[in-house]
């Protein structure tokens, strides 16, 4: 349950703007990497203190921060105070149970997302926060754990290749939503195999483990929507906020996003039509089972119910019975019976029943 | 039903504005209770009378009139009369039917919201209205009853922590909000928890208590929705209305209410969504039940019924039966029987029944 | 279905604008009476000729002109000549299967409401079509038959009570939607104490009764929601229409009418999602029943049937049978009886069937 | 199926604008009708040949010319070549397959509307395709067959009656839709009354025609819903449209068609709602008879399979058997057995199964 | 799986605008074809190598250059140079995953839409994407495999018949729409054709096969979907676009493919309502069968198992049995059997159970 809804009521009672770790905490100690780079330059080292980070602030270069590990909310408060950020923000950042959302302050753009993980262990989708702060020169990033989503783009920006030196702050801050949008479509995948394979099983042999591989994947369904939906809305904003951190050229790679996250949208919509409609195809296959049950039961029981009975009635002890005298009594209760029997079978035959 | 439904028929046929109490009485008589404070002030009373609320009503400094009990309609009419309301408004305090709404009269902006809190005994959540009247130097609050979720920002105002003596009285009237917006979350959790122990039970043994308690759930849902979504469009129009009344430094902070109760509602959905799904699996679960029930009587009927047969054969008193004088006839009948019942459950393991 | 759907058939291939009566005579004889009234002055009386009508058209006073019973169509066509009335509106007044509806003619504005009551001997809501021509110092109502809903509003002007004599037409038309809108707070509470009823009946005793009544309090939704739906969009046309036949004063009052209808539907779109459970309910609960049914129907024939056979085998005739001879054969023979028995009671009790 | 999708692969691979008659052939042979009037004037005639129509393309007067039949695709060419018409609107006429559609091509208007009719014989709501073009001073409709819903409005102009003869082309052009529009009304009543026999069948005796019954409403609704729901849409641009096509004083009539329009789609939306709640009554009934089924099956076996047993017994053949010696060992066991028979008996009452 | 879902997977990590072929290799080698015309020239030919189209880019001529397969990347990025094309746009090209889109890059509208056509072998719908981009005097055609539905543009080309040679390049792109969304018309004809041959199969004889059929029509009613309603968006949009490249007197024609995209849509849409409502009946008519089969057991059981137990009783080998010696007894007995028989025949009877 954690997964869909997060401890939220530590905060209750306290100001507005306090940050309090709301979540797992996932690694052992925060660790901020700081990227610095330009055109022709390129500069990259691990901060001990957070107080590292503030000479990038004003430097014309365009400077990435990443913080690895939110729990730690002195860092977190330091940060804040370095770069004057909004004590909301804040209080936004350390608090996992945020929905992807954006936020304008006017100097700078918060933006809140959900990376995604299938965890085969557990088979299950798993979530973490990650804050992006854009401002003119530089973007912080906030993750809960270390990743390794965000390292191509680290690549990228060493070896120069691509478009990603040349271009500003809020192209690394695209950069890094793509990377997080494009590692989604693995988690369809996997779920699209899972999918497959659930409904192979449910043509076959749908067992109750069946039916319990599908409610699983619905709530699968349901918390990547809860994840994914927002972030639409995320993009939209972004494309068509007025804002001087983001360039026109950036916009056309900002639409490019948009159109992925539809994607992503879409499969899940679909994924859940066709979820729904296995329920279904479950429901129908049992009720067809149990038929198919009843009527063995049926078959055997009207054929030999009626039977049992007229051997009853010849074993019944009256004095007097005539039949039982007769020489062919037997052979004719027999062939009496063997009659009824090829009836009733002629009558299921018709029926439909065999 | 009364948490659905108010009776509000007892209004019926009277002029408009007339303010007649609906809902239950929550506590024996009405307290009023006065904050004043400036970033370097503050005083606290209780009032006995209406009337010493008035001299608070033009003062610079912020004051908090908070009345608990709303069933005194002649306290409220008062009030009404000493700070110039409009009747309507007065109306609905007292009726405690509403839907949380806003509403902008000019001089002051009235609000009325659900505070929530769970009921451990009656396993139910239970809502009390609030409503708050915003005016440019003080908020007048009214709830059913005295309750404590406010209590967290008497204390911030009595220690000055805190922004909160430096902002006008639309920082008290969001501070307000975001107390019960926030108290929601309590509610979800408890809810959350409620609805994974349901689910615990669904996937381990589930009875008709499962069901009943599926039941609840989904009406809680029921109820909470009705009493958070419009909330929603509250705080979304306080955001965008332009009133004189709210600072611009304060509209960030509704931006925050606005975000959680966004998270409300769609954790209020995604509840809803699983819950949805837990009864599917519910009604596949008795099917499967049914059919191993079935199963099983089909199974012990299939082979036992022929068998009976057979003996009812034997059993018949017929002069001449010859099987009945051989000498291995009773056992040549066993070893029938014997064979009859392994090729049924040969049969059965076949189709996959056992 | 006549409550559904009007025989408008009648109406087929006549020219538009020709009044005809659909739906039933409620009254036997229409009656017109006339209110005219002004801060000071009040008059009542009842027209025999629709030409009494006449001269209050235009008098500064207000003038309330009450129509009951619409089945004579020719009085409601010399109201339109006399008042210089569009005959599209005519037609519409006069045909009970409108939908509720507003019509600003610029002199005047027209609007078809749905008065509701709820028929204790048929178990159902019944539907009144009410029709208001509003223009700028008189207001003209039509009604199917005489009603009570209206009566307080009369006794307020005869009084002179509350704020009506001293506001224009406008507030006299407000008043008669509220006194309409009010009235279906009733027709939901006694819906809602059905529903509450069935509720419980559902819990401790499911019959096809039961889903009778939930079929019927489903169709009373349906037709309900039929009725109040598009009266939503018609206050709020009312609201934001700029007719210089409302004024401001009264802009806040139709905003309080609009926010009962609001509650209304609220309310219905509450009660149809709790049918809507409680029908899956009543499905989970025969399914329930019939495991109930089913296990005990097993238990029964899986303990027995082996038992019976066992008797059947000793029932047989075969000359040797070396059991039959044995002292102990008939204990023996019990014995075993009672022991697959226990071992079957013992297999249901692991299985929790028992 | 021809009814719900029309054979469209005719046209593929041909070029846009190539009329090609799509769906039934309905009559033999096309009938071309002139009527040409102005408020003091009238004229009818039977065209012979397309041309006759070309000298009152210009005539002041309002001319309608009416085309029963559009299988014969030269004749729709040649009138589009005398009108100037588009050859993509001379395509869209001969296809069958349109949905209700409004465009406005500057000097005309075109409408396609779906004229229905209830086929008594087989049961089902039939459709046929009615294309209007609305110009300055004349109307061209085509008809798939000769129908009367439009000749009251022939008599309305021959008689001069009412409004029609002192208005223009666009008055025409309504009093068509109007006619089309009025005669759902009929279809609707139809359907009404066949879902409250339907409805009736459920309460008393639900059987798989019942079930068939409420399939073939459902695939007439779902009919209905496709061939209607378009047209609001349509007349709604018509009332927006700004051209000069189409007189203000026409436009409040065209108001009225847009109500009509919205009361048959709001019925047939009160229908579907209707009907699937009665899907779900006869599923629940259909399952409570399965209920009654089994108890009665369960009754009789519970009762009986136990005394079979003990019948049994003592139907055993044991040489050492004591009861059986016993003077009153029949009647004790008698007597045995109708107690057991008695106390299932209480069971079942106290189960509430009897 | 794959047709839902494309193994986006392989670009994971690669920096944007990086063209990566995702899909199925459909055949050997790409081929490009190039047709140039003007109104009086017409000139077609394959090129060898991507150069030869590049002296076409500024002819004033109209060019249309197609592209069959888009595996080999190195041509479209060729492509790509030579025309100037944004490299995001190259990566959809040769991403076969993508959703119907249209972009305007301002020189050029870049257009993704999906062709479909029904796989008689595998009984479903598949998909292949067609991209192209419109610029003022060439549009380039993107397809993974040759088809034949551009074939009847080539020969309206080659031929000069119609309007295709007077018009622009924006007419051409319009024809390639054309072509694509009447061949869906075919689809939905095939798919049209199964459902009601699916729903005969649902009324005289429903089996698990007829089940199965459902759930491939639901599956590929959802791809349909997917595919299509995506169009819709986009040539609205296309239609809206205020864009040099597109004549206004092509806009009619866009208006009409907006039209029949509106009609695939819709026509999906009722298929899907119409699965929907087939799923019930199926439901419906297992439960019914069931209970027919019940039943027969049922009555089965309830008239032979009372005669069984009798038949027992007079089994019994009780000493002191008075009727076994009476000389009507086994007459008598038998009566009472019969009696008992007849009785329940005619309870069974009453309950309309026969």
């Known amino acids: 349950m954690l997964k869909f809804i997060k401890k939220s009521s530590k905060k209750v009672g306290l100001p507005p703007g306090t940050p309090i770790h709301i979540g797992e905490r996932k690694i052992e100690k925060a660790r901020i990497t700081i990227i610095d780079y330009a055109e022709a330059q390129f500069q990259e080292c691990e901060a001990k203190k957070v107080e590292e980070c503030f000479p990038f602030k004003d430097k014309p270069t365009v400077t990435w921060i990443n913080i690895d590990g939110i729990h730690q909310v002195e860092i977190i408060e330091k940060i804040g105070k370095l770069f004057d950020l909004h004590p909301l923000l804040l209080e936004d950042i350390v608090n996992t149970g945020q929905r992807p959302k954006m936020e304008d302050f006017g100097d700078y753009i918060f933006i809140v997302l959900k990376m995604l993980h299938y965890d085969e262990k557990d088979k299950e989708v798993k979530a973490e926060q990650v804050s992006l702060i854009l401002a003119s020169n530089f973007v912080i990033s906030f993750q809960e754990s270390e990743g390794d989503v965000f390292n191509p783009i680290r690549e990228r920006i060493k070896s120069g290749k691509g478009r990603i030196r040349k271009m500003g702050a809020d192209y690394l801050a695209y950069s890094l939503m793509d990377a997080i949008v494009d590692s989604y479509f693995i988690i369809l995948e996997k779920l699209g195999e899972e999918i497959e394979d659930t409904e192979g099983e449910l043509v076959t042999n749908p067992t109750s483990e069946t039916l319990q591989a599908l409610h ?122 063997v009659i009824i029997g090829v009836l009733m079978l002629i009558y299921f035959k018709r029926s439909e029943w065999l």
């Open 216 to 337: 699983n994947l619905k709530r699968e369904m349901i918390f990547l929507r809860k994840s994914v939906w927002p972030l639409r809305e995320v993009v939209s904003v972004l494309e068509r906020v007025e804002s001087a951190l983001i360039n026109k050229t950036t916009l056309i790679y900002l639409r490019d996003v948009y159109d992925h996250t539809i994607r992503v949208i879409d499969t899940i919509e679909t994924f859940r039509d066709m979820l729904s409609g296995m329920l279904d195809i479950y429901l129908s296959s049992i009720s067809n089972r149990m038929n198919a049950v009843m009527k063995v039961l049926t078959i055997i029981a009207t054929i030999f119910i009626p039977l049992t009975f007229i051997a009853g009635i010849y074993g019944m002890n009256f004095k007097f019975m005539p039949e039982l005298e007769w020489h062919w009594g037997y052979p004719a209760a027999l062939l009496v019976m």
